[in-house]
Structure formats: structure tokens, C-alpha cells
């Protein structure tokens, strides 16, 4: 099974700054199938990013993904205040696991 | 627009099997060629994916719980199911069905609201 660690845990970040969410894979994504994930509370997931840098529908591209084999990380170029949430990533490569997560909070 | 609904008890006694169906409008579950999952998330804690299903019945199952996992498909009613047995307080979590945004084994794009399910002793 791939293991998914992502960090930091907890991101402190204001307004208008720029936002790297990392998440490591404890072995090669196949073909980078790595999507990202936002949950805000009380709501289900939605779908950011998917094939490592694909943005979904709908999503604004202030949102970016970049990375390969282990390492990926989720780039908000300037947090809008709707963005303070939690983030998962997930591969789909083998099987299908999700990362721990970060939060995003206002600082 | 499709739409994903959960339904089931809210509350399960332990040792007894926890019983979930989706429901599913706005697309067909039998016309479509989509990996329809189940994901669930306990209290406070990350996402947990629980397996998925294939309209024709083909299933995949996260290894931590297949031993007491089952979803099947209903494509009569447009729904698929789980089936969970031999629950404990550690199965108490907020249940989702979710479908992929395209055919195949991708990410899901398309979720339920989810159901919340406790487990009690």
C-alpha cells in the first residue's frame, strides 16, 4: 500500500499569501495519478486537482499542482478567504490511499 | 447535474453489520462506465477510501478492511451499497458515496453529503 504523508500539518497563512502544500508518496505514483482535495467543515471533499497538475471543473487557477514520483506538492498563488480549509491528497496509481492532510488556517 | 445520496441508520449496535445505500440521479448507474465508491472519514480524522464498484459488480477493496467489506450495485433501483460487519466503536465515521469525474479509476469529482454512522457498545 502507498503511504501518503503530508505537510506541514498546519499551515498559518494570511490573506493574499502564497500557500505550498507537500504530500510524499512512500513509493512511485504511477503515471503521477495524484489528485488534491478541499474540505471545508461540515461539507464533503472537492475535487482540485487530479494527474498531479489537472485542474478539475470550476477550479480557479490560483490553484496548481506540480511534482512526479513521490514527491507533489499543491501551490494557492494568493489565499482568497474561501480557501482557509483542509487539503487531502490521494493516488490512484496503485490501489487508492489518501494523505493525513493539512489545514489551512488564517493567521 | 448527478446527484449522490446516502441513507441508512444512524446508529449501530457493535458487532452488527452497518448497512449504507446511495442513491443515485441524475445519470445511470448501468448506462455509465464509472467506478462508484464508498469513502469515510471518523470524527476529526482524514479520509478513508472503503472500495468501489463497477456496474457490472466488479469490486475493489481496501485490503484494511475487506475482510468485512461489501458493496453491491442495484441498477433496478440506481443504487449500490456497503455492507460493514462486525463494526466497533472505530467504524463510527461520516460515510460518503462518491463517483469519479470520468470513466475509469480517477479521483472523485462527484460526492454524496454523507452519512453520519455511530457505533455503540
Known amino acids: 500500500e502507498i503511504v501518503l504523508t503530508q505537510s506541514p500539518g498546519t499551515l498559518s497563512l494570511s490573506p493574499g499569501e502564497r500557500a505550498a502544500l507537500s504530500c510524499r508518496a512512500s513509493?512511485?505514483?504511477?503515471?503521477?495519478?495524484l489528485a488534491w482535495y478541499q474540505q471545508k467543515p461540515g461539507q464533503s471533499p472537492r475535487l482540485l486537482m487530479y494527474g498531479a497538475s489537472n485542474r478539475a471543473t470550476g477550479i480557479p487557477d490560483r490553484f496548481s499542482g506540480s511534482g512526479s514520483g513521490t514527491d507533489f506538492t499543491l501551490t494557492i498563488s494568493r489565499l482568497e478567504p474561501e480557501d482557509f480549509a483542509v487539503y487531502y491528497c490521494?493516488?490512484?496509481?496503485?490501489?487508492?490511499?489518501f494523505g493525513g492532510g493539512t489545514k489551512v488556517e488564517i493567521k | 447535474q448527478l446527484q449522490l445520496q446516502e441513507s441508512g441508520p444512524g446508529l449501530v449496535k457493535a458487532s452488527e453489520t452497518l448497512s449504507l445505500t446511495c442513491t443515485v440521479s441524475?445519470?445511470?448507474?448501468?448506462?455509465?462506465?464509472?467506478?462508484w465508491g464508498w469513502i469515510r472519514q471518523s470524527p476529526g480524522k482524514g479520509l478513508e477510501w472503503i472500495g468501489s464498484?463497477?456496474?457490472?459488480?466488479?469490486?475493489y477493496y481496501n485490503p484494511s478492511l475487506k475482510s468485512r467489506v461489501t458493496i453491491s450495485v442495484d441498477t433496478s433501483k440506481n443504487q449500490f451499497s456497503l455492507n460493514l460487519t462486525s463494526v466497533t466503536a472505530a467504524d463510527t465515521a461520516m460515510y460518503y458515496c462518491a463517483r469519479p469525474y470520468n470513466s475509469g479509476w480517477y479521483p472523485f469529482e462527484f460526492w454524496g453529503q454523507g452519512a453520519l454512522v455511530t457505533v455503540s457498545s
Open positions: 490521494q493516488q490512484y496509481g496503485s490501489s487508492l490511499t
Open positions: 441524475g445519470g445511470s448507474i448501468s448506462s455509465s462506465i464509472y467506478y
Open positions: 513509493q512511485s505514483v504511477r503515471n503521477n495519478y
Open positions: 464498484i463497477f456496474h457490472s459488480g466488479t469490486t
